[in-house]
């Protein structure tokens, strides 16, 4: 269902109050019950991303969960991703990119990654993104406030950059309080977490990072790029603008593969009551 922003707003400012105290599971709870089948989830698999699924799969674990696989993932996060869904089972789709790579060499140059990376992340990530979130009300994200200074004023929910219903359901949680999950619930988790890697993305643009240092200072090293464009935040439209310039994103039809078909009776577990 397609909501008019003043309707989005409204929505956003009374599950906002319904939100607080609330716990992750609670909160995926109500927002199934306000979106049903418009709401998705959409992970790179990190250690957040993980948490985040063991709670859909105790709650809505027909939720349709996107992976944007870039073809340019670590081998360790395919093998996570391959591991969940087989071993969870849950509803996890592929985006592949719009364009094969020897296309995308011609369009925007090879390597672009190490000339452009705003456009490689555009044509990788956020296209296929786009076509998704366009058929949705609102996503679910484990993006959380203490990750980097890009997502210190993320809220449990809010409006995105795009004018879409964005759901945190772990924005106030610490790394620590994280791990502390991961390790007690013995989840699965990339190895890569355990070699300096805490945030994981494409290959050639990941890299390991000192005792101390943010979070994310290990993607794009060297550049003050530290988003790829997928979560952003209403201050970031002019990017969103710019990009859209000289891009006609809207008119290249997605690559969508998925293992499992799209279900459209997605059932819930336990019930959050309203207050
Ligand atoms: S993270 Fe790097 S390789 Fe991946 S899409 Fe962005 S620029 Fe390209």
């Known amino acids: 269902m397609k909501f008019s922003m003043r309707e989005k707003r409204k929505k956003v400012d009374s599950l906002k109050k319904d939100f607080i105290g609330r716990d992750v599971s609670e909160i995926i709870l109500l927002s199934f019950d306000e979106f049903g089948e418009d709401l998705a989830m959409t992970t790179a698999f990190g250690y957040s991303g993980v948490v985040l699924m063991s709670f859909i799969k105790e709650t809505v674990p027909d939720l349709p969960i996107y992976f944007i696989d870039t073809r340019l993932h670590f081998q360790e996060t395919i093998d996570l991703m391959n591991k969940i869904k087989n071993e969870w089972k849950l509803n996890i789709h592929h985006l592949y990119p719009n364009f094969s790579d020897e296309e995308l060499d011609r369009i925007i140059g090879k390597k672009a990654y190490s000339t452009n990376p705003d456009i490689c992340c555009h044509y990788r990530k956020v296209m296929p993104l786009l076509k998704i979130l366009e058929t949705k009300s609102a996503w679910l994200s484990a993006i959380r406030r203490d990750q980097f200074r890009t997502r210190a004023r993320i809220e449990v929910i809010e409006i995105d950059g795009r004018g879409m219903i964005k759901i945190n359901p772990m924005w106030d949680w610490t790394k620590n309080k ?98």
């Open 178 to 275: 994280v791990w502390f999950y991961v390790k007690t619930h013995n989840l699965p988790y990339n190895p890569l977490h355990d070699k300096n890697f805490p945030s994981i993305g494409c290959k050639p643009c990941t890299s390991q990072i000192k005792e101390g240092e943010d979070e994310r200072k290990g993607r794009w090293k060297g550049l003050e790029k530290k988003e790829c464009g997928i979560h952003i935040s209403e201050s970031s439209e002019q990017f969103i603008r710019e990009m859209a310039t000289t891009i006609d994103f809207t008119s290249f039809p997605t690559t969508m593969k998925s293992n499992n078909s799209e279900k459209s009776n997605i059932s819930r577990g336990k019930t959050a009551n309203k207050k």
